[in-house]
């Protein structure tokens, strides 16, 4: 059965990323979605999206504009394990102790690293990008200080890739969630292939209000790698959910802007406590103020 591909190209990274996200949440039949920049100088990101059926013209065109992209180019693909090859190009990643592979790769774990075993063709989250990458580092600081991370959240999880990374170093119970299906379909089999199923349960929900996510509140560590936007609008709702004295791991915002986000978590009761910048891109730890039980 074919594929189809649908590509398009725009300007700057957080763009792209934006982009490929929306064609995630927004539209129908979405198989893989993939930003990557072009590396002639021009400063432009190509952005591509799988699906399982022909993508609908209208919404892909209505998507370009409001975006600020070139209108997409839809193409078939054949069956010939697109997805497969895809994820062959996909060099291992070290992040701190932590070794993201995909399983073609599972040979080469280097002796002292922690594997993680990531196959990403529905969802972000390989750890080639640099946010994923900061909130790695930043989970390993934590923990690895001594933070005894119980119940976790990991808010817009994709691939799960933060969600296994904790279970891998502390003796957490993990929720983590994502709006998309694909993405809570993705994280379950990667969760299953690193032989972490029971440890991370992974619900289709959106924000605090899923009851699942509500039945594990209050978290001693919370984490989010979404967009500055979002970030800023459940700031309240980390608050609301952060045990005194607990974490949030922020990231998926500029270096440059991660003031307004840190700012907004003070207002909601948080205090800096360490930024990490990866390339352009900060990761914000924030700790709710009060003890810890």
Known sequence: MPAFMAVTTIPGEIEAVALASRIENRLPGVSGVAACEIEDGSGLWEVSGYFNDRPDDLRLMLLATASGARPFLISELQETGWVEKAQRQLAPVTAGRFFVHGKHDSDK???????????????????????????????????????????????????????????????????????????????????????????????????????????????????????????VQMAGGFSAHCTPGGFAVLSGVLANRRQIVIRRFHEAGFHEHETIVTGEWATMVVRRVGQQA
Do not use: W
């Not at 580092?137 to 934590?142: M, R, S």
């Not at 029971?198 to 989010?224: K, W």
């Open 109 to 231: 774990v280097p002796a002292g690293m922690i594997p993680l075993a990531v196959e990403a063709a529905m969802a972000f989250g390989t750890g080639h990008h640099e946010t994923t990458r900061g909130c790695l580092l930043a989970i390993e600081n934590l923990i690895g200080s001594g933070h005894k991370a119980k119940r976790v959240l990991d808010i817009g999880c994709g691939t799960a890739i933060l969600a296994m990374a904790v279970v891998r170093i502390s003796d957490a119970r993990v929720v983590a969630s994502d709006v998309d299906q694909a993405a809570v379909e993705t994280a379950l089999a990667n969760i299953d292939s690193n032989d972490l199923s029971g440890r991370i349960q992974v619900v289709n929900g959106a924000g605090f209000d899923d009851p699942e996510i509500l039945a594990s509140s209050p978290y001693d560590l919370l984490m989010a790698n979404l967009l500055e936007a979002p970030l």
